[in-house]
């Protein structure tokens, strides 16, 4: 018999790979011309309107054909299901219909119901209860990830089985792929809500921009051959080239698969739904680029130097991507990486170690946020910052700090973004911010006060 810790590596492999099932289920049923069956087609027309096919990829098939057969085994009340059946009834029994179907579009999620068929065969058997408690545990998770990417998963369901599927999120489908993290999961794991920052929703963006009218000469973003180093892609320092970000991220998902979650006391963080190799790059900070030092609220602002030179503020307070909910740890996986990428350069999100499935994607916020006003740490990992702020915190324990507590729902903190943010903090529903980062030599610059605070990395 295979040990637990074991066992529980394989759980969590399959958890990950289900996830990317429906993923990849969602791109194919993208590619699928899909119609509103009740719009018919036109008085006029004589092509008949497209429809709905829920056969149209081999995911899509297997969770067609998956239901079908857990339908057909429940209407046969007098026979005893074959164990795999009876193990998807019984999830659809205690889950319901919407979410065996989200799952059933997993190839791995309907190979794990089907192995461990004899009761000699206990290793999966124990595999398929720990693969079930952490679907009850990310049931919600599951059903918002799926919903987000316009999963076709009401298809597949038995027509007389329907009206009881549904589950407990209506959400809107977020059409463009930078768009899916528009909701934070709470504490408890039953309820989603929308970011906010002083009582504005905070709104995905899929690159960053800048107002001209306010900001004139625009921002000098472009790469400066003389100054900023080789392209991260080809490592050209002395041509022009046309080099892009999606050549970094040719390996990764896009975009990434995490999920946005609150992480008490700290508030809202980003929680990784895959195994990420560290050196990968996971994404980029973006926001509205604004001039130095003309940020009316510093809370989200980051401070983009490369070489020698100052570029801009990166200002994420209302427009961003999820790189701006990241929390602070003493033990980051993550760092930011300032560099060029074809003509232009941006501040990129870089794996520093491995980053396991359902762990938290963390920075280091570093001195210059905790040197201030009394903040301590709560990252409970080695914590440099004790009682008081500055470094060395002694005992090594875990630590308070991050912010006062605000009124009403949510928290108001602000933090010292240090080593490349400059201000951090979090809007009224949790906390976020990074801080930290450099990397090939590169010097991060700290924004306002925090400007002596020059550190390196790597």
């Not at 019984?90 to 999620?109: D, P, Q, T, V, Y």
């Not at 995490?258 to 809202?268: A, D, I, Q, S, T």
């Not at 916020?365 to 740490?377: A, S």
Request: some cysteine; aromatic content about 8%.
């Amino acid at each position: 018999m295979a040990s637990t810790a074991s066992i529980q590596e394989q759980v969590l492999l399959t958890m990950e790979l289900i996830y990317l099932d429906i993923h990849v289920a969602s791109l194919q049923g993208q590619k699928e011309p899909v119609a509103d069956p009740a719009a018919g087609s036109p008085s006029n027309s004589t092509t008949p309107a497209p429809t709905t096919k829920a056969t149209t990829n081999i995911f899509a098939l297997t969770a067609s054909r998956t239901l079908t057969s857990a339908h057909n085994a429940l209407k046969a009340k007098k026979t005893q299901p074959a164990l795999p059946l009876q193990r998807l009834l019984n999830l659809a029994k205690s889950h319901g219909w919407m979410l065996l179907s989200i799952c059933c579009h997993s190839i791995h999620f309907v190979e794990a119901a089907n192995s461990g068929t004899t009761t000699t065969d206990n290793d999966n058997f124990v595999h398929w209860h720990h693969l079930t408690t952490l679907i009850h545990q990310n049931a919600l998770s599951l059903e918002l990830f799926a919903k987000l990417r316009n999963l076709d998963w009401l298809s597949p369901i038995p027509a007389d089985l329907r009206p009881r599927s549904g589950g407990k999120l209506s959400l809107r489908p977020q059409h463009h792929a930078t768009r899916i993290y528009p909701y934070v999961i709470s504490q408890q794991g039953n309820s989603v809500y929308h970011p906010r920052y002083k009582g504005q929703k905070q709104l995905d963006i899929p690159s960053s921009f800048y107002n001209p009218s306010t900001y004139h000469p625009p921002p000098h973003y472009q790469r400066q051959l003389d100054n900023d180093g080789a392209c991260a892609v080809c490592n050209n320092s002395s041509q022009p080239c046309t080099c892009t970000l999606s050549h970094l991220l040719l390996n990764t998902q896009l975009p990434p698969l995490l999920e946005l979650r609150e992480y008490p006391p700290r508030g809202v963080g980003v929680r990784s739904l895959a195994s990420i190799k560290a050196g990968t790059i996971i994404g980029q900070y973006i926001g509205e680029m604004r001039r130095l030092p003309a940020v009316p609220d510093s809370t989200y602002a980051l401070h983009h130097v490369i070489g020698d030179r100052s570029v801009c503020i990166i200002d994420a307070r209302v427009y961003g991507n999820w790189t701006r909910y990241m929390n602070h740890s003493c033990r980051p996986n993550v760092v930011f990486w300032s560099a060029a990428v074809g003509m232009q350069t941006c501040v990129l999100v870089k794996a520093v170690r491995d980053v396991g499935v359902f762990e938290e994607i963390t920075v280091d916020y570093g001195n210059g946020y905790f040197g201030r006003e009394g903040r301590v740490c709560r990252c409970g990992e080695g914590c440099r910052f004790g009682e008081g702020g500055g470094d060395d915190a002694g005992d090594g324990g875990e630590r308070q700090g991050g912010g006062e507590a605000g009124k009403g729902k949510g928290r108001e903190r602000r933090r010292w973004r240090a080593k490349g943010r400059g201000l951090a903090g979090d809007g009224e529903e949790g906390a976020e911010g990074e801080g930290e980062g450099g990397g090939g030599g590169r010097v991060f610059l700290p924004f306002y006060k925090s400007l002596c605070a020059v550190q390196r990395f790597f």
